[in-house]
Nanobody, 115 residues
């Protein structure tokens, strides 16, 4: 049974920073590709950052240079450091785990970027 629990969202001013965390349960964390997705209001869910079990990362151009994904295998946790936040980063952010052809999702954490 895989459970993903996100935390760290909130309200932040433009230009500010937030750090999201996602705590995972289950025995396959180290073998899993992990990712952060987001769903802005009225829009489809989109990939924000991904990291393989070996630590290789990938970002879309919209967040490259501003966001950084990392993982702690011992704590079974991934992080998303978000700097230089913009109003268009406002969304519900979801943690995702991929293993054995299965996708698992957290419940999401709200990020609002507004002055």
């Amino acid at each position: 049974q895989v459970q993903l629990v996100e935390s760290g969202g909130g309200l932040v001013q433009p230009g500010g920073s937030l750090r999201l965390s996602c705590a995972a349960s289950g025995v396959f964390f180290s073998l899993s590709d992990m990712a952060w997705y987001r769903q802005p209001p009225g829009k489809e869910r989109e990939l924000v950052a991904s990291i393989t079990g070996g630590g290789r990362t990938n970002y879309p151009d919209s967040v490259k240079g501003r966001f950084a994904i990392s993982r702690d295998h011992a704590k079974k946790t991934i992080f998303l450091q978000m700097n230089g936040l913009k109003p268009e980063d406002t969304a519900v952010y979801y943690c995702n785990q991929q293993y054995g052809g299965n996708y698992y999702w957290g419940q999401g954490t709200q990020v609002i970027v507004s002055s």
